[in-house]
């Protein structure tokens, strides 16, 4: 079966503009979770949606938004970008959440905040 | 084989040694542990997981312990070969929703 899709790859976006990063989860599974990577900081949690409700929220600033469809495609928004957003985004998508099943990752967006 | 006692950010074995990687875990109510490999340009992918009724489980040339009382994680691979070089990151389980991931040591399989 198809995996987790993440559209696009690659972004270069200024300081201030807006994004937006889009995922696709397994078929048939509910729950996708966003995560964010840098080298000094890991991977951090942004959220966690399951059927189009967002259940769980990690510790970013309001400028990360994030939203999730009927048919669990989720999508993440980050507004007025600063430097520090550069980072590897991930989304990992499971049946029920990802502290439960097994979580299943996509290769991630590389934003660029030039 | 070759161990690290502590977590260390990298780990550089012999081909055809056995790994054994570290991993810490902070929250003693944690009962679901998972370790990811990452490779390079790619998203983290599942190896194993266990929960916490268990102190062993084993898969494919892999092999984690777990060991509750000092809240301590272990990831064996056997045999470690080229394509076994990547991130490896441990992950505990926060609430059903959310994952907290250790920061990572890189293996790196010498020829």
Redesign the interface.
């Known amino acids: 079966k198809a995996g987790v899709t993440q559209t696009p790859r690659y972004l270069i976006k200024t300081r201030g503009q807006q994004v937006t990063l889009s995922c696709s989860p397994i078929s048939g599974h509910r729950s996708v979770s966003w995560y964010q990577q840098t080298p000094g900081q890991g991977l951090q949690f942004l959220f966690e949606y399951f059927s189009e409700t967002q259940r769980n929220k990690g510790n970013f600033p309001g400028r990360f938004s994030g939203r999730q469809f009927s048919n669990s495609r989720s999508e993440m928004n980050v507004s007025t970008l600063e430097l520090g957003d550069s980072a590897l985004y991930l989304c990992a998508s499971s049946f029920f959440g990802t502290g439960n099943t097994e979580a299943f990752f996509g290769q991630g967006t590389r934003l660029t905040v030039v | 084989g070759e161990s690290v006692g502590l977590h260390l950010p990298t780990l550089s074995v012999q081909e055809g040694d056995n790994s054994i990687i570290n991993c810490a875990y902070s929250n003693s109510a944690s009962d ?1 542990f ?1 370790w ?1 490999k990452q490779e390079s ?6 190896i194993i ?1 266990i929960r916490s009724n268990m102190d062993k489980r084993q898969g494919q040339r892999v092999t984690v312990l777990l060991n509750k009382t000092v809240k301590h994680l272990s990831l064996q691979i056997a045999a470690t070969q080229p394509g076994d070089s990547a991130v490896y ?1 441990c ?1 505990e ?12 040591t890189t293996v790196t399989v010498r020829a």
């Open positions: 679901y998972i990811y340009g790619k998203g983290p992918q599942f997981d990151f992950a389980k926060d609430n059903d929703y959310k994952l907290s991931f250790g920061a990572g």
